[in-house]
Every structure is written in C-alpha cells, then in structure tokens.
C-alpha cells in the first residue's frame, strides 16, 4: 500500500476517534490491521497497534514478528516483547512511555483481539485510562473501498473465474468431489491466490443446508448437482462466486428454478445503488422467491460485506449483510458477496455498488455449469 492511501486510512480511523472522544486508539483486530498497517499477524500472542490522534502510530508485538512488520507495513515504531513476557504490560508500559497513562483509550468492543481477558488485564496494567468503546469501528470503516482495494477484489475474482473455467473443462462424474476442490486449490495457488482454500465444494441437496457442508469424499454421478463456491484471496482480499455443476444433463425443472433464481438475482443487483437501503435490495430477491414457490422459508441473509479477512474466528464478515432488519444504505464502492439458492442450486456474485447499478466482478456466465 502507498502512504498516500495508508493516510487516508489513517484519517477515517481519527475521524471515529474524535466522535467518541479517544486520545488513542488500540487497534487489535486483525482486518483492522493489515488495512490500517499493511501487516497483520494471528492472535497466537497479542499484538496491537496504537494510534494517537496526532503523531506516529507505534506496533506492540512479538520479537519473531518484528522483521514481517518492518518489512510489510510502513510503521517505524515497532515495540517488541519476548515470548516469556506478558504482551499485555508491554502495550501498556508502551503507551505510559509515551505519556498516555490516564488517556482516554479507544478500543473497538467487538474485535475478535478484545477479549475479557485482554480487556482485564489492559485495565490492570492501565489503572487511570478511561475507555472510549467503539463497537464495530474495525468493520465500519473499511467497508467503503479504495482503489488499490478494488483492484485486488477484480484481480481475485479473475482467479475464481478462471477456476470455474478449468473445472468445467476437466470435471466429469466419476470424479471424487476431492478431486474437484484439489484442482481448484491447485489453480489458486498456481494464479496467484494467497492460499488454496476453496470454500465449499460439495454435493447439494435442499435450499441452503448444503451451502456450509464439508463431504469431501462423495463420488460425482450423473444427476447429482455438484455446489462449488470458490473464495480467492489475493494479499486477504476475498472474491467469492457460486455455481451448481450438473453432470449428464440438466432437468426441465432445474432450468427453470435455474433461470428464476438468475432473474430475480439480476433485478436485486441492479437495485444496489448508492443510497438505497439495504432491506428493500434484500426484499427484491428475498420476496420475490418466496412468492414464486421456489421455496417455503428464507432464513439466511441474501448477501454480505466482502474484502479483507485475515486469520481471525469468521470466515465472512455480516457487520453489513442483507436481511429484512438491514437498515443501513449502500454507499458507493462497497462490495457484497450476493447469493440465493433452491433446489440444490446456489448462484453467487461479488458485487461492487456503483451508481448505475451494481456491478458484477466475476465475468463467468450466469448459468448452470453442465459436465
């Protein structure tokens, strides 16, 4: 990332901290982070960031993890403590060293690194700091994109993309649905992915049950319906896009729940403009499949926030999602990973909000895959 983009990140972060009146902010969550840093590390040992509201942010975090920070993020200031030590004493003594014994300390509620037990022992090693939450804050102000960020979504989705081309090439029943994730892990990594994980590649059956199945070891018949989700990343960017796979033919019946599904998803990603709001994009596909038959509840979101994940608990982030409670507007270049599924058959986009419209990443077709 270029100074010019962390300073800007760099500002949205200040700006939340004057409204709720933090000299200093922890920053402990890992997307949080990479965004704000250009480095994140796992919670194996507890790290943070402090930013002050004026002056240099410093990094607190293992001694092994100093050469990864200096090399990968633009901080010169970088606290270290060995592995015998008590991390959470060193961040403190790190903010008393620098005069912010009795700051009023910023620290987002919900990250997954503010745990009670990080909490206690701060507030023990830091007895005059009075804490400012800001819960959310680590999602928050992410969610609209720049630029640099836009470019590694587009440069995940063209892996996904090109993914899904190679499987229909090569995928024929008979294959174990093993065999279907290792090619696509193969891919990944072979184009450029971070890692190979593929996201769910599994048998389906049902309207969302199969959607987080893990059966790897199910062999392809023709009849079946193959769900394949694919979920690049490219530097913790995550493009994510679905596709049923039918081998041997598609029914009359699946082409026409198929093509519904396609339909109604169009008409809702169209509406994804900036300014609306996010249960009337919700209520578009949600109502309307509902009112069709296509199926008898809808209990899941029909979409949710995309971008950066790094090795925290959740594999997607649901700060913003598409629900009927959603009340919440879309703000231009925020990006959304849009899915519905029926009958086995799950279709999927990653979707920036433009003004016209939303616009899809992935350029594959939108139909099912025959193999």
């Not at 993020?73 to 403590?81: A, I």
């Amino acid at each position: 990332m270029s100074m010019a983009v962390n300073l800007a990140a760099l500002s949205r972060l200040r700006d939340a901290m004057r409204m709720a009146d933090a000299d200093v902010m922890l920053v402990d969550s890992g997307e949080l982070l990479a965004w704000l840093t250009g480095f994140t590390v796992s919670e194996t040992m507890y790290r943070a960031c402090l930013v002050p509201l004026s002056g240099e942010p410093w990094m607190v975090l293992r001694k092994l993890d100093e050469a990864p920070c200096r090399q990968l993020s633009w901080l010169r200031d970088v606290v270290t403590y060995d592995d015998a030590e008590n991390p959470w004493k060193c961040v403190a003594q790190s903010l008393i060293s620098r005069g912010y014994r009795d700051c009023r300390l910023g620290a987002d509620t919900r990250s997954y690194g503010m745990t009670a037990d990080t909490w206690q022992q701060l507030s023990e090693h830091l007895p005059e700091a009075v804490w400012r939450p800001l819960p959310g804050v680590s999602d928050s102000l992410r969610q609209v994109k720049f630029p640099y960020e836009l470019d590694l979504l587009q440069q995940a989705a063209h892996i996904a993309d090109t993914a899904f081309l190679t499987l229909k090439e090569q995928v024929n029943a008979g294959w174990r649905v093993r065999d279907v994730a290792a090619l696509a892990a193969q891919i990944f990594l072979s184009e450029g992915a971070d890692t190979g994980e593929t996201g769910p590649v599994v048998r389906s059956a049902g309207d969302s049950g199969f959607l987080h199945a893990q059966t790897h070891e199910d062999i392809i018949q023709n009849g079946d319906i193959l769900h394949v989700e694919l979920i690049p990343k490219v530097k913790h960017y995550s493009a994510r896009l679905m596709r049923p796979f039918i081998p041997g033919g598609i029914s009359p019946e699946q082409h026409h729940i198929a093509r519904q599904l396609i339909a109604l998803q169009d008409a809702q990603i169209a509406a994804m403009k900036p300014g609306a709001k996010a249960r009337d994009v919700d209520a578009i596909l949600r109502n309307a499949v509902l009112a069709a038959g296509l199926r008898a509840d809808y209990g899941n979101v029909t979409g949710y926030a995309l971008g950066l994940y790094t090795r925290t608990p959740r594999p997607s982030d649901f700060s913003h999602c598409f629900t009927p409670a959603a009340d919440w507007r879309l703000e231009e270049n925020m990006v959304f990973h849009m899915y519905t599924s029926a009958a086995g058959l799950a279709f999927s986009e990653t979707v920036v909000v433009r003004p016209e419209g939303g616009m899809r990443m992935s350029r594959l077709p939108r139909e099912v895959i025959l193999i």
